[in-house]
Structure formats: structure tokens, C-alpha cells
């Protein structure tokens, strides 16, 4: 179930990173690779063009592993995992959709992805 193209904002835990995209929700992943399984996101793809960090950069903290290209940013004071710049589509976030404000996942189609196989 698609849904229509619309803005909505997001935040970490404290409310020290907020953000916004727009999205239509055409599917939402889950995915297999070692952080992903430990952080038990749900996530939408976003364009960048479609992605606005609105306040806490300075609170952002980067992660990156294995080949050091996705970028995993997590707040550096309550620790929660906002978004990722993907690895196999950089012009591209992935978006935590748990940290978009009343915002309802039901009835979204779901893919898993598999990290794991990525060499």
C-alpha cells in the first residue's frame, strides 16, 4: 500500500536531532547485516533530496564498518539510530521510521534485505 507523497519529521529519542523527509513509503526493509540486526531498525529509502537534517549536527555521531562506505549516524546523547547513508546507494538515506513522529508503519509492504551477501 503506497502511500500519498508527503513530509514528515523525526527525531532522536532526546530531541536532539531532528529531521524531515518527504516519501510515499513504497516499501519499508529490515536487513540482515550484524548492526542492523542489533539495532532492529525499520527503514525507508529517501533521496537525499528528500531527506532535511533540521537541527543537531553537532550532536550526530558517525559509525562506519567493514568497507567504511554506509555511514550509520546515531545521536551522541541518547544513542538512537536515525539514519544511514547506504552503502550500495549513496545518494540515498536510509530513514528509521520508529523515529518519525506519529507515524504508523501498518499495512506497508515489507522487504528484508540481505547485508550479509554484500561483499
Known amino acids: 500500500m503506497t502511500r500519498e507523497r508527503a513530509d514528515y519529521q523525526g527525531s532522536c529519542h532526546c530531541g536532539a536531532v531532528k529531521f524531515a523527509i518527504t516519501s510515499d513509503f513504497p516499501e519499508l526493509t529490515t536487513c540482515d547485516c550484524s548492526i542492523c540486526r542489533k539495532k532492529n531498525a525499520l527503514m525507508v529509502r529517501v533521496h537525499e533530496d528528500d531527506f532535511r537534517l533540521l537541527s543537531g549536527e553537532e550532536s550526530l555521531r558517525e559509525y562506519r564498518f567493514h568497507t567504511g562506505t554506509a555511514r550509520h549516524f546515531f545521536c551522541g546523547t541518547c544513542g538512537i539510530y536515525t539514519f544511514h547513508r ?27 534485505t540481505h547485508g550479509t551477501q554484500l561483499p
Open 86 to 112: 547506504k552503502r550500495m546507494m549513496p545518494d540515498s538515506y536510509g530513514v528509521n521510521v520508529f523515529c518519525l513522529d506519529d507515524f504508523d508503519p501498518a499495512g506497508i509492504p515489507l522487504r528484508e
